[in-house]
């Protein structure tokens, strides 16, 4: 079945023979980009492409073979409202831009305290990082994103070449699927001025998708409903109601291609998530986010240790997987190494608190990021930020909760009481430290009035994070 991705073009797939309409069409997009901003240009393409879009989505009927590229596109080179964001393409609004590249980047594993960084700014610039999803490029989906977004109805043109190439030609770590992290982890960014014992405030200005579809993926082994390493049920359910069902497992195989895990397909259209189940569909909201922002950790300059596996998070952020953390926020991390060495990686268009499957709804995103060194004694960072990770947003100040925050090496791993305990201590300790509350009044108001939730229960470390209200102490 054609994809309605299909009726559309990224600017890098006009050739240079083309028409002259589709020359003016790139022009057209290129100085809309620049002079709107990437925002603007969505808005006003929205307003003016609308029916059009519509159209073209409604439309969508007939077999084209997959991986080909359709050439009835419109004028303007979107692909359900999104456009394809290839490497160092389109709106870039940080002083500086990383890309993916396939010689830097690591698979499976965060930068420890050694590690050499791939870009050097200053404290207070931002950065815009074009970050790569794991997701359709891992080896249980065939390790070819050409094949596997293809299979779904994307044109080649609309899988992103950074993906590609990390898939064709990664080799800095050797892969092994069912031991190494999935994650594609770009960085480490060098912050000019941090120190061990500062901390670095992260202020995340923008989070948008590269392409208009994601993949929210189900591992044996893993996710909320897990079978246990010996084959029993976890406690609390049967072996009839682990997911995915034990009848699928496959893992014997040894071949990652045929151990029945299950990745769902989830498209974009109109600014929403699109399911289809049966003859029906369903839509929910997009809130992109970078699952994984950290600095660097580990102290072993090994990229193999198990510390510096890119799956749990620690007390130096990682894949810390909490939505809150979007445009918008701030992420406070304490300082481990000499110029923080910062990464990010798990690019989130959507996910639900808790994470339940083991995948949100993983999509590339190019975020801007804005780094800040914050000195003790400041003032410009919590002072649990020194200690532990932190997050705020304009409505609230968000104390973390990790089981095991040095690796998940000491037995915790998915104790969500350990979590909760550790996120409510750090949200009396920055009520006494920056409110003044005494300690008692503290306890009593975190139960009256804040939230806790369940960031994720899939990390091996698991998490939990509160909301404290900024609208309670105006």
């Known amino acids: 079945m054609k994809s309605c991705l299909d009726n559309f073009r990224t600017l890098d797939q006009i050739e240079p023979e083309a028409p002259m309409t589709d020359f003016l069409a790139r022009e057209a997009a290129e100085t809309l980009t620049r002079g709107l901003g990437r925002r603007g240009f969505l808005r006003a393409a929205a307003a003016v492409g609308a029916v059009g879009a519509a159209a073209a989505t409604t439309a969508c009927t007939a077999d084209t073979p997959a991986n080909t590229v359709a050439t009835s596109s419109p004028a303007l080179p979107f692909s ?20 993916s590249e396939v010689d830097q980047v690591l698979w499976g594993y965060v930068p420890n305290i050694h590690s050499k960084e791939v870009l050097r700014m200053k404290s207070g610039e931002t950065v815009t990082i074009d970050a790569v999803s794991h997701e359709g490029i891992l080896e249980d989906q065939g390790r070819d994103p050409l094949e596997y977004f293809g299979s779904k109805g994307v044109a080649k043109g609309d899988v992103l070449a950074d993906a590609i190439a990390i898939a064709e030609g990664y080799d800095r770590t050797p892969r092994d699927f069912d031991k190494d992290g999935p994650h594609i982890v770009t960085g480490p960014v060098f912050v000019e ?10 202020e995340t200005l923008d989070a948008v998708p590269r392409v208009p579809y994601g993949v929210v993926s189900s591992r044996h082994g893993k996710g909320a409903l897990a079978r246990t390493a010996n084959g029993a049920a976890p406690a609390g359910i049967s072996l009839d109601e682990v997911m995915p069902p034990v009848a699928t497992d496959r893992r014997p195989t040894g071949d990652p291609r045929d151990y029945g895990n299950v ?3 989830t498209a974009i259209e109109e600014g929403l998530g699109v399911m289809p189940f049966g003859d029906a569909k369903v839509r929910f909201p997009l809130r992109p986010f970078m699952g994984m922002m950290g600095v660097a950790f580990s102290p072993d300059a090994d990229p193999k240790a198990a510390s510096a596996n890119s799956v749990p998070p620690t007390r130096g952020g990682g894949n810390i997987d909490i939505r809150l953390l ?3 926020s701030a992420f406070y991390l304490p300082v481990f190494a000499e110029g923080a060495l910062f990464y990010v990686g798990d690019p ?15 999509g590339s995103l190019r975020g801007t990021f804005r780094l800040t060194v914050c000195k ?7 002072e ?13 100040w968000i104390p973390i909760g990790l089981s095991d925050p040095d690796g998940s090496q000491n037995g915790q791993s998915s104790d969500l009481n350990v979590a909760m305990r550790r996120a409510v201590v750090n949200a009396l300790d920055f009520l006494e430290d920056e409110k003044g509350m005494d300690r008692a009044t503290a306890y009593a108001y975190l139960s009256a009035a804040a939230d806790f939730t369940v960031s994720q229960v899939v ?4 998490g939990v994070h509160g909301q404290i209200y900024k609208s309670h102490f105006a």
């Open 326 to 328: 979007g445009a918008g």
């Open 263 to 265: 990745s769902t397909f």
């Open 376 to 382: 003790p004694g400041s003032g410009d960072a919590p």
């Open 348 to 362: 989130h268009m959507a996910m639900g608190d808790g994470e339940a499957a083991l995948t949100a709804m993983e």
């Open 459 to 462: 990390d091996r470390t698991v």
């Open 193 to 202: 001025g941090a120190r061990p014992g500062d901390v670095l405030k992260i």
């Open 80 to 99: 359900g409202g999104v456009p394809i964001l290839q490497p160092g393409r389109g709106d870039i609004p940080g002083d500086h831009y990383l890309g």
């Open 384 to 396: 649990v930020a020194y200690q532990y990770p932190f997050g705020e947003t304009d409505e609230a």
